[in-house]
């Protein structure tokens, strides 16, 4: 079992920067690959970021290469992404995942490959 807990949203400005984290409960986080994705209303769930178990590999979506950075800390139990250059279209209902076990991370993931979710987190950027 693992608990997912996300923080770090709020209003930034265009141009601006935010540091989303993920706090994970649970063993088996040491041992996920782990995943962002974002939502607006009335869209599905988008893919941003996978990271592997140790952290070594990554991979981000086209559209936020350069922008966004998925990291991990294992001895923290926590996941993040550093999000740069933050436009309005940015804005949205952030949200952590853990891929499931087999699957790898270090390619795009869907919903359907991640068991665990958190409750996501709000993120506004204003023009």
């Known amino acids: 079992q693992v608990q997912l807990v996300e923080s770090g949203g709020g209003l930034v400005q265009a141009g601006g920067s935010l540091r989303l984290s993920c706090a994970a409960s649970?063993?088996?986080?040491?041992?996920?690959?782990m995943a962002w994705f974002r939502q607006t209303p009335g869209k599905e769930r988008e893919f941003l970021a996978t990271?592997?178990?140790?952290?070594?590999?990554?991979y981000h979506a086209e559209f936020v290469k350069g922008r966004f950075t998925i990291s991990r800390d294992n001895a923290k139990n926590t996941v993040y992404l550093q999000m740069n250059s933050l436009k309005p279209e940015d804005t949205a209902v952030y949200s952590c995942?853990?891929?499931?076990?087999?699957?790898?991370?270090?390619?795009?993931?869907?919903?359907?490959?991640?068991?665990?979710w958190g409750q996501g987190t709000q993120v506004t950027v204003s023009s």
């Open positions: 990271i592997n178990w140790n952290g070594v590999s990554k």
């Open positions: 995942a853990a891929v499931r076990g087999g699957v790898s991370g270090t390619r795009y993931v869907n919903i359907y490959d991640c068991d665990y």
């Open positions: 649970g063993r088996i986080f040491i041992s996920r690959s």
